[in-house]
């Protein structure tokens, strides 16, 4: 998109908001990567439009849009954030900071945990969700031009973004992002699997046209005499996602269950239950098979009907039937909520981003385990009272805010919290009462046969930590 188009495209549904600032940070970036290419021998701004496109295809507000375009510019260029700053002012500043030192974060690691733990951090890091969903734009287009990198980088980056970025997008409900980002993984990470998978799936997608066509035509004809609008869609599934389930499954694509899916997206959700109706009068519905998430909806916002029917040749067809509105819900998740209100104060608009924001994170929190550890974290996480510090070798602990390198020495190992001596952080010799932030590297300095001193009980933050030091004062009749 050239500038004029951006602007147009971000006018058409957000016709009330000031676009100048927007011009200025299309020109401002163009200008600031000007000597700069991709390793694709493109022009660097290119990249930078690309992610801006992206944002403005999610309706994201005029910052994010702003900070799109200037995301690389503190990383790539001479500007400083101070200059930055004065130019486009504290919000959109902000945002690019959080990108830049999102970009610092490089993970390696192939163990689950870790990876729960790293999305964790990136959130908290990020802080504002609009810095992950540039982050998430960002990674779309690197991972689009993904080939003139060289092997060993392409299989990293391929492989953080099927670990970390695809699930933070289907965290915030980004469906078809993350569908995106899981093939375009999938390609570069087997890309053998993927050629082999992508044509048997476009040979069975010939064959279904048949009988979507047949089942288009026998709704229409029962449809022909009312007013209800509708359209009526086939449902891809991504590749990785057929993908995982043979690998789950242990089976070749042919054996591989997979009802035809069409979605019927109508205007209103008494037109949902009256296209329920007509579905299941016309085809007979599979027992059982019927979720109402209208009236209860998924915590991450998703709403819809589902049901399955005995389709016009008697196989399955699976059926979702929703508003437009849900389904921009269903396509792209956190971004379809933000909403521009018009001659309101900025600071309801800063509410409701909030209330999405605070939604999100119920819903990332869901995931934990008990709901006991749910309200811990409700605790911690919400108010980012955790910082989460690497060890050297690149594993992440998550602490409390406040803790100190002795924290993270007896979180590594009791051994190592007993015997510390000392530690440097980010390579420089710190005091054992630094506080960690998010982000730093703890190396524990240790020496064989030292021992916990007393005034270390005062420096501790976590329990485990101070239980640990307390018992040995204790045998050493130290302490009472
Ligand atoms: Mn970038």
């Not at 200059?83 to 959080?98: C, N, P, Q, W």
């Not at 870790?114 to 992950?132: G, K, Y």
């Not at 792209?332 to 600071?347: L, S, T, V």
Request: glycine share 4%; aromatic share 8%; with cysteine.
């Amino acid at each position: 998109m050239n500038k004029a188009e951006l602007l147009a495209h971000f006018t058409a549904y957000a016709p009330h908001v000031d676009t100048a600032l927007l011009a200025k940070a299309f020109d401002y970036s163009t200008a600031a990567h000007a000597a700069q290419e991709r390793a694709s021998g493109e022009h660097y701004f290119v990249h930078c439009n690309a992610v801006a496109q992206s944002l403005a295809e999610w309706k994201m507000d005029l910052p994010t849009i702003c900070a799109g375009l200037l995301h690389d510019v503190l990383e790539d260029t001479s500007i400083s954030e101070q200059a930055l700053r004065s130019e486009f002012g504290e919000e959109i500043t902000k945002m690019v900071v959080g990108v830049t030192k999102l970009d610092h974060l490089q993970f390696n690691s192939r163990d689950d945990a870790q990876a729960e733990n790293w999305r964790r951090m990136l959130l908290a890091t990020a802080q504002d969700i609009r810095v992950i969903v540039i982050k998430l734009a960002d990674r779309l287009h690197n991972m689009r031009t993904l080939s003139y990198l060289r092997e060993d980088k392409r299989k990293r980056i391929a492989y953080e973004t099927v670990s970390l970025y695809a699930p933070l997008a289907h965290r915030l409900g980004m469906f078809k992002l993350k569908s995106q980002l899981d093939d375009l993984a999938f390609m570069f990470l087997e890309p053998e699997a993927y050629e082999d998978l992508s044509r048997k799936v476009s040979a069975q997608l010939a064959a279904r046209e048949v009988t979507l066509a047949r089942f288009k035509q026998d709704i229409e004809k029962v449809l022909a005499n009312t007013a209800i609008p509708r359209r009526i869609l086939a449902r891809t599934k991504s590749l990785y996602s057929i993908y995982m389930k043979m690998q789950r499954q242990d089976k070749p694509f042919e054996e591989i269950q997979d009802a035809l899916g069409v979605r019927i997206i109508t205007d209103t959700i008494a037109n949902c239950y009256a296209l329920l109706g007509i579905v299941h009068t016309q085809f007979k519905p599979v027992a059982g098979s019927f979720t109402d998430y209208i009236s209860i909806p998924k915590m991450n916002l998703y709403r819809s009907l589902h049901t399955t029917v005995m389709g016009p040749d008697g196989e399955l067809v699976e059926i979702q039937i929703r508003t437009e509105e849900m389904h921009r819900t269903a396509e792209y998740g956190i971004a379809a909520h933000w909403r521009y209100k018009i001659g309101e104060h900025q600071r309801d608009i800063h509410l409701e981003e909030k209330l999405n924001w605070l939604r999100q994170w119920m819903e990332w929190l869901q995931d934990l385990k008990s709901p006991r550890e749910f309200l811990d974290s409700l605790k911690t996480d919400l108010d980012f009272r955790q910082v989460f510090v690497f060890t050297p070798a690149g594993e992440v602990k998550a602490l409390p805010a406040g803790a100190t390198p002795l924290d993270f020495a007896f979180c590594v190992h009791t051994e190592i919290g007993m015997a510390c001596v000392g530690a440097q952080v980010n390579n420089k010799m710190v005091k054992l009462d630094y506080q960690l932030k998010s982000g730093d590297i703890c190396r524990i300095l240790t020496k064989k046969g030292s021992k916990p001193k007393k005034d270390w009980l005062s420096l501790v933050q976590t329990a485990r930590a101070r239980s640990k030091i307390r018992h040995y004062l204790r045998e050493q009749g130290i302490v009472a």
